[in-house]
């Protein structure tokens, strides 16, 4: 089973600048995580966001597209990046998020990817 584990850190919260970059030490840290599930043979992905207050939200009502550039007010939790691992349960790719560097604050969301398999046999 495929699953993604999302980083929603806390700094990205407290609004974070457009040009912020983590700190080098957190940075050297957290490769040593990705190491440690590309040597276990579960990563699939990663990558890493830029905050909010640099991107973009596109809403539709109406059939009409809204365009809203970065920070978004209404925002309680935001990505800051995300692995793609190989799981065999659930569990166990909790198990990967809790070795996970993260600072104090931070979440890792972990949800299952679907797959054709779980839509049927005419899904594929």
């Not at 980083?7 to 995580?33: H, L, N, S, W």
């Not at 970065?70 to 065999?88: R, S």
């Not at 299952?112 to 398999?117: A, D, H, K, V, Y």
Request: net charge negative.
């Amino acid at each position: 089973m495929r699953f993604m584990m999302l980083m929603i850190p806390d700094v990205y919260k407290k609004g974070a600048a457009a040009d912020f970059t983590p700190d080098p030490a957190a940075i050297a840290t957290m490769r040593k995580f990705n190491e440690d599930l590309q040597k276990a043979g579960v990563l699939l992905s990663l990558d890493g966001l830029t905050p909010p207050s640099a991107g973009a939200r596109v809403s539709f009502t109406g059939g009409k597209a809204l365009v809203t550039d970065g920070p978004f007010a209404e925002t309680k939790d935001v990505i800051g990046g995300y692995w793609i691992i190989e799981a065999a349960s659930r569990d166990a790719a909790v198990a990967w998020a809790v070795r996970c560097p993260a600072a104090a604050g931070d979440i890792i969301e972990v949800r299952r990817i679907f797959g054709p398999e779980d839509f049927g046999p005419h899904s594929a």
